[in-house]
């Protein structure tokens, strides 16, 4: 019997970004670390180019948003995993973080304990073991990422060990998410009940309120954002990323080819996992606030949408949608603060009739016919 090898050349991976690609990388990162910062502390208050405080607050939120709605993409849009519980990861980064600004508040909270003030109330004695390493930093910082990359790795395990996936997947995670939205609305668990954690004053020694802290919390969240897009961008460009994409079109052949689509499928959910708390942790202390609504079925289902909007499957797409759609939020909340939840499920029906490649495929679309 004669056995044939075939040496098929393996195709080379490209470039990561061409020349426009990275021209918008530039351009992003000349924005954020130069182009608001100088907007907003150097240009005085009403000249027609001042970045106000409520300006850098709100783009900041939505480059958080947007991070949450990149790691949508990552399993979306590339893995064909639909997620509804990425509100819990994103909810848990910024509970790890809160835990900390409530240790920096000390005694100028309302009751001049050592205790968070919601402790103090509740008639609290002494912090509880999960609270045992809230003032430090580092530990909490490390808790951003093991908590949420811990759960989800569990999770993922047992979900996709057993082979669930589509719509069942989908149930299954804003279950979980609901559970622990219930859990944390519990005084008993530490966590400030309904209303979370608040009335931050300091963070690692400095005041938190103030303009250059702001700014601050606002170009380092520019930066992860940046990061996390190019580090996104070399995932699904490499023989790793392929992988995925081939789960996503034909998982039952991926099998066939003896590949483990356990191992590729539970590695990438942990990564957007890990990477909704870190944004939710980058949230909390440009917001002000974490309670257990962050964990709601509609903040899962707000990040599907966002990436939906934007064009699933694009990296820049879900980035898009997280901008637009929360700029239009922000927007209609003011002016018709009735109509936006209409407008929101008008929006999503609309993409998924008329734009299913969202906005990006929308714009690429247009260019390919100017070319002809």
């Known amino acids: 019997m004669t056995t044939i090898s075939l040496n098929l050349p393996q195709p080379k991976r490209g470039a990561l970004l061409g020349p426009k690609g ?25 000249n027609v180019f001042h970045l106000s405080d409520y300006s850098v607050g709100l783009i900041g939120k939505i480059m958080c948003y947007a991070i949450c709605a990149l790691a949508m993409d990552l399993i979306w849009g590339y893995t064909g995993i639909l997620s509804l519980g990425h509100g819990l990861f994103f909810a848990l980064g910024g509970y790890a973080m809160g835990m900390y600004l409530m240790r920096q508040i000390g005694r100028d909270g309302n009751y ?5 003030d919601f402790m103090v109330f509740l008639d609290w004695k002494e912090l509880p073991w999960h609270w045992a ?89 520019g930066l992860v954002l940046v990061g996390f897009f190019l580090m996104a961008r070399w995932i699904v460009g490499s023989k790793y ?47 002000g606030i974490i309670n257990p609504g962050e964990m709601s079925a509609a903040a899962g289902i707000e ?8 064009g699933r499957a694009t990296l820049i797409g879900p980035i898009v949608g997280a901008f637009f759609v929360n700029g239009a939020k922000s927007w209609l909340t003011v002016v018709a603060p009735e109509y936006w939840l209409y ?30």
């Open 112 to 116: 001049k304990s050592d205790l968070p």
């Open 241 to 287: 990323g392929r992988v995925l994409q081939a789960i996503r079109d034909a998982e039952s052949r991926v099998m066939f080819t003896g590949y483990d689509p356990l191992a590729y499928k539970l590695s990438i959910w942990t990564l957007s996992a890990v990477m909704c708390g870190v944004a939710g942790a980058l949230y909390v202390p440009q917001v």
């Open 22 to 46: 990275w021209t918008g990388v530039f351009a992003a990162l000349l924005a954020i670390c130069v182009l608001a910062p100088v907007l907003n502390l150097v240009v005085p208050e009403g």
């Open 303 to 310: 990040m599907a949408i966002w990436a939906a909007v934007g």
């Open 343 to 372: 407008f929101l499920g008008a929006l999503f029906i609309a993409v998924t009739l008329f734009l299913p490649q969202g906005i990006v495929g929308l714009f690429r679309k247009v260019k390919q016919e100017k070319k002809l």
């Open 133 to 221: 390493l809230s003032d430090s930093f580092i530990a909490q910082m490390l808790l951003v990422v093991l908590v949420p990359g811990a759960l989800a790795f569990v999770f993922g395990f047992f979900a996709f060990r057993s082979r669930i996936k589509g719509v069942y997947f989908s149930i299954i995670t804003q279950a979980m998410t609901f559970a622990a939205m219930l859990l944390f609305f519990r005084n008993e668990t530490g966590f400030g009940g309904n209303n979370g954690f608040t009335d931050f004053k300091r963070i690692l020694g400095m005041p938190i309120a103030t303009p250059g802290m702001r700014i601050t919390l606002f170009v380092l969240t």
